[in-house]
């Protein structure tokens, strides 16, 4: 569960709350999409690359809705405020939970 407006992602097995982490999701002007989605493939590192941004070996990748993941953020200097390309960062050790924690097809739910 993405909680835009509180940045966080919140773990929940069996209805029961596992883990809440901050996060920083899409900014203003790209800002992350809301929905309900699945986890579809997950990579341990991968290479982003946008019009106006290169980060290589993006730790923990978690893809739900096309190029958009959840990932570790290893780059950031502070979490909690919108400031992504769309994508919804975490630091890389809560990202490393989450990667061995969701199996392909967990659903992942965006919203404010």
């Not at 739900?64 to 993941?69: E, K, P």
């Amino acid at each position: 569960d993405v909680n835009l407006s509180a940045q966080t992602v919140t773990l929940y097995e069996h209805n029961q709350q596992v883990r809440t982490m901050i996060c920083s999701s899409g900014s203003k002007a790209t800002p992350s999409l809301t929905g309900t989605y699945a986890v579809y493939a997950k990579a341990e590192k991968l290479d982003m690359e946008g019009e106006d941004y290169s980060a290589p070996d993006v730790p923990w990748v978690l893809m739900f809705n096309g190029d958009y993941t959840i990932h570790g953020n290893y780059w950031a200097t502070t979490f909690g405020v919108p400031s992504s390309h769309g994508c919804v960062g975490l630091p890389v050790t809560d990202a490393e939970f989450l990667y061995n924690w969701a199996p392909i097809g967990t659903i992942v739910s965006i919203h404010y």
